[in-house]
C-alpha cells in the first residue's frame, strides 16, 4: 500500500496507519480509500482480532476528504461517485465482524471523524492539537459518508446537528463528555488504551436518557423544526442551503444522500458551494505565500505598546515567540500586558500553557530587546519624524537578516526608510484591528524592497498562523483603499436621508458581517475622516460624518456616533421593515470598483488574491466569493 502501513502485533490486532503519501496532512483522497476497502477485502478473507485505525503523521489523524476532488463536484455524475464512494465503504466497514477502533490524535474532520464513527470504539489524545468535528457546511456541503446518520445516533440528534450545522469542533475531554468517544486519554497511554479498549469486549457506546429518547421517529420533526429555526436566524436559505440540507437529509433519510439525489445536486451545483470552495482555495493559496521563504522567527520586538503593538505582541506570545516589548515607560506597557493575560486566558485552557505565554511576554523599556531579534515590528505614532528618529536609533543594533517592519496604516514605505542607511530592507507588516479576530495581514513591499525581505516577512506572518497577503505600497494598500470608498458612499447615502440601520440592514442582508455604518462607528468617526480625505477622490467629506467629528461624537469610543452605545454595543437599534430594491448593490459598487482598480494599477497581483484580500479582512459574504468574483458572476441576488 502507498498511504497506509500495516502490523499485525502479538494480539492479532491489525493497526491500520495512514500516511497519505505526498501530503503533510492525512487525506481520505480516492486512492487512499481505494487501498482501504482492498484491506477491508483482504481482511474479509482471513479476519484480524480487530483493527485499530490510526495516523502516522505528526501532524494530525485525518484533515478530511480531499477538498483537490471537490473541484469535479460541477460534474454532477462525479459529485455522486464522490458521495457514494465513502457511504458505502464506511457501511462497510460498520459491519466488519471484528472490532474497530479510531486512535484520533490532533485533528479529526470531515471524512477523518466519519471513517471514526463508522468504528465501534474512539479514542482521543488529550492535548490542545486534538480537535473533532463535522465542520462541511462550511464547504458548502454535507457529511455525507455516514456523518449525517452516525453522529446524532450516537450523541443525540441536538447535540449532532449543532455541530454539523455550524461546523464547531470538539476537543478531546469535550468529546467523551459528549459521547463521541469512549476515552480521553494523554498520548503516553493512548497505545496501550487502545488495546485494552479493542480487547474488551464492550459494547459500543449508545446515547442514554434524553439523546436516545430524542432519536425516536416521531420527534424528528420536532427536532428539525427547531434546528431549521435556529439556522434561520443566522443564514438564508438561498445563501446558504447546505445547513438546511443537512437537516431534511436527517429528517427523511436517516441521513443517507443517496436517497435524495435532487436535494444533492442542487446543492452541489449551487453558486454557494462554488463560491465557499473557492474561498477555500484561496486561504490555500495565501497560506502557500508564506512558504516561499524558509525564514523562522523565534523572537519578535515590537515598539510602541499601544493597540496594535501590544495585541501584535500578544498574538505572538500566543504563538510560541519570545517577544519583547517596548514602549517609553512601563506605564504605557502595564496595559498590553493585561490585555494579553486576558487573551491568553481565552485561547489556552491549561493554566501552564498560559503562564508559559506570560513568560514569553517580556516588557522592555530599554529596547534591549532589538540585539536578538528575528524580528522589528515598529507600531508607535503614526508620525513621520518620530518614525524617522526610532528608525536611524535602532538600525545599527539590528541583526544581519532580521526583519524590520512598520506596521503604519497611512505613511508610505518610501518615506519612511528614507532614515535608513539600508532602506531596502523595510517592509510593511500591517496587521487589523482587533489583532486576535482578524486573519490577514497585508505584507507590504516599495519599489526597491528587497525580494526576500518581503518573502520573509510573509513567511513569518504565516508563523504566527495569519495569511499574508502581498501588496504594493500605495495609499491604504488594498484593504483600507477598498472600504474607504465603500463607508464614505454609504455616508453621502445618510446625507441624502437614508437612515443608517436601513443601510446598514441591506448590506448585513447582502452578506456583510456588519454594515458600513455601524463599521464607521466602530472604528471611530475621526480616524473615518481622516482615512476618507488620505483615500478618497472627492475632496469634501460627508455632511453627515464632519457634523459629528466636530461635536466630538465619533462612535463607540465616546457613545454616540451615527448610533447611541451602550457597553459596547448599540443602543438604538431599529427594527427595518422594508429594504429599497437595489440599495445593497449601490452600496457595495464602490468597494467592486476600487478593488478592480487596484488590480489593473498591481497594488495586487491578480482579481483572485484580491478577492481572497477583502474577504479575510472585511468578512465580505464568502458565499459570493469576493467582490470580483461577485460583480462577474452576479448569480446570487439579495
Ligand atoms: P497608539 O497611539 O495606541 O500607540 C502608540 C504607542 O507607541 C504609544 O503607547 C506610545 O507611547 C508609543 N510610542 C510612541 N513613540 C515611541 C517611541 N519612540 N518608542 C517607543 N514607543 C513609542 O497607536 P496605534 O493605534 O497602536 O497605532 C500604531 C501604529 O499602527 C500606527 O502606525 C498606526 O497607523 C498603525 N495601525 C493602527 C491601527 C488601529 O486600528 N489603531 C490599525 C493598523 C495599523
Redesign the pocket.
Known amino acids: 500500500m502507498r498511504h497506509w502501513n500495516l502490523t499485525i502485533d502479538a494480539h492479532g490486532i491489525a493497526w491500520m496507519r495512514l500516511d497519505t503519501a505526498g501530503a503533510s496532512m492525512n487525506k481520505l483522497s480516492a486512492e487512499v480509500l481505494a487501498e482501504f476497502a482492498a484491506q477491508l477485502d483482504e481482511f474479509d478473507r482471513k479476519p484480524p482480532a480487530g483493527m485499530i485505525i490510526q495516523s502516522a503523521k505528526d501532524s494530525g489523524f485525518i484533515a478530511g476528504a480531499d477538498v483537490e476532488e471537490f473541484k469535479a463536484l460541477d460534474k454532477p455524475e462525479r459529485a455522486q461517485e464522490i458521495i457514494a464512494r465513502g457511504w458505502h465503504l464506511f457501511n462497510r466497514l460498520a459491519a466488519v465482524s471484528y472490532p474497530t477502533l479510531s486512535l484520533i490524535r490532533g485533528v479529526c474532520l470531515g471524512g477523518g471523524l466519519e471513517i471514526s464513527l463508522a468504528c465501534r470504539y474512539r479514542i482521543a489524545v488529550d492535548e490542545p492539537a486534538t480537535r473533532l468535528g463535522l465542520p462541511e457546511v462550511l464547504l458548502g456541503i454535507v457529511p455525507g459518508w455516514g456523518g449525517m446518520m452516525r453522529l446524532p445516533r450516537l450523541i443525540g440528534p441536538q447535540a449532532a446537528l449543532d455541530m454539523m450545522l455550524t461546523g464547531k469542533t470538539l476537543d478531546a475531554r469535550r468529546a467523551k463528555r459528549a459521547g463521541l468517544v469512549d476515552l480521553a486519554v494523554p498520548a503516553r497511554l493512548m497505545e496501550r488504551s487502545a488495546a485494552e479498549l479493542i480487547r474488551s469486549g464492550r459494547p459500543p457506546h449508545r446515547p442514554s436518557g434524553l439523546p436516545a429518547l430524542m432519536n425516536h421517529p416521531l420527534m424528528r420533526p420536532i427536532i428539525a423544526a427547531m434546528a431549521k429555526k435556529q439556522v434561520a436566524k443566522k443564514a438564508r436559505p438561498e445563501h446558504y442551503p447546505a445547513p438546511y440540507a443537512i437537516i431534511d437529509l436527517w429528517q427523511k433519510t436517516d441521513g443517507d444522500p443517496l436517497k435524495m439525489p435532487q436535494l444533492m445536486q442542487a446543492i452541489i451545483g449551487s453558486p454557494t458551494t462554488k463560491n465557499l470552495l473557492r474561498v477555500f482555495f484561496l486561504q490555500e493559496r495565501l497560506k502557500s505565500l508564506g512558504k516561499e521563504s524558509s525564514f523562522k522567527a523565534k523572537h519578535l520586538h515590537v515598539?510602541?505598546?499601544?493597540?496594535?503593538?501590544?495585541d501584535i505582541a500578544a498574538w505572538g506570545a500566543l504563538r510560541g515567540l519570545t517577544v519583547t516589548l517596548?514602549?517609553?515607560d512601563i506605564s504605557?506597557i502595564a496595559p498590553a500586558m493585561g490585555r494579553a493575560a486576558a487573551l491568553f486566558k481565552k485561547r489556552l485552557r491549561d493554566p501552564l500553557l498560559r503562564r508559559a505565554a506570560m513568560d514569553r511576554l517580556i516588557p522592555d523599556t530599554k529596547?534591549e530587546g532589538i540585539h536578538h531579534a528575528d524580528v522589528v515590528i515598529?507600531?508607535?505614532?503614526?508620525?513621520l519624524q518620530?518614525?524617522h528618529?526610532?528608525f536611524q536609533q535602532i538600525e545599527p543594533s539590528l541583526k544581519p537578516g532580521a526583519i524590520l517592519a512598520?506596521?503604519?496604516?497611512?505613511?508610505k514605505i518610501e518615506d519612511l526608510r528614507t532614515a535608513l542607511a539600508d532602506p531596502s530592507r523595510l517592509v510593511g507588516i500591517?496587521?487589523?484591528?482587533p489583532v486576535a479576530m482578524m486573519p490577514l495581514v497585508e505584507v507590504v513591499a516599495a519599489a526597491g524592497t528587497q525580494t526576500q525581505a518581503a518573502a520573509d516577512a510573509a513567511a513569518f506572518v504565516r508563523s504566527i498562523d495569519k495569511l499574508p497577503l502581498p501588496v504594493k505600497s500605495a495609499p491604504g494598500f488594498l484593504v483600507n483603499a477598498v472600504l474607504a470608498p465603500y463607508m464614505l458612499g454609504a455616508m453621502r447615502k445618510l446625507d441624502e436621508g437614508v437612515m443608517p440601520s436601513v443601510i446598514d440592514a441591506a448590506m448585513r442582508r447582502f452578506g456583510m458581517p456588519m454594515g458600513p455604518i455601524e463599521l464607521a462607528d466602530t472604528?471611530g468617526l475621526d480616524?473615518a475622516l481622516a482615512a476618507g480625505q488620505q483615500l478618497s477622490d472627492t475632496t469634501t467629506a460627508p455632511k453627515c460624518l464632519m457634523e459629528r467629528v466636530e461635536r466630538g461624537d465619533l462612535g463607540k469610543k465616546t457613545g454616540r456616533g451615527f448610533y447611541e452605545w451602550a457597553k459596547g454595543s448599540i443602543a438604538n437599534r431599529s427594527d427595518v421593515a422594508a429594504i429599497p430594491e437595489g440599495l445593497a448593490e449601490s452600496l457595495i459598487a464602490p468597494l467592486v470598483d476600487r478593488t478592480q482598480a487596484l488590480v489593473q494599477e498591481g497594488v495586487i497581483a491578480d482579481a483572485d488574491l484580491a478577492d481572497a484580500g477583502v474577504i479575510f479582512s472585511t468578512g465580505f459574504a464568502p458565499f459570493r466569493g469576493g467582490p470580483l468574483n461577485w460583480n462577474k458572476t452576479r448569480s446570487i441576488r439579495g
Open positions: 515598539i510602541g505598546a499601544g493597540t496594535m503593538g501590544g517596548q514602549d517609553q504605557r529596547g515598529e507600531a508607535i505614532f503614526e508620525n518620530a518614525k528618529a526610532l512598520t506596521n503604519t496604516s497611512s505613511l500591517h496587521f487589523f484591528n472604528v480616524i
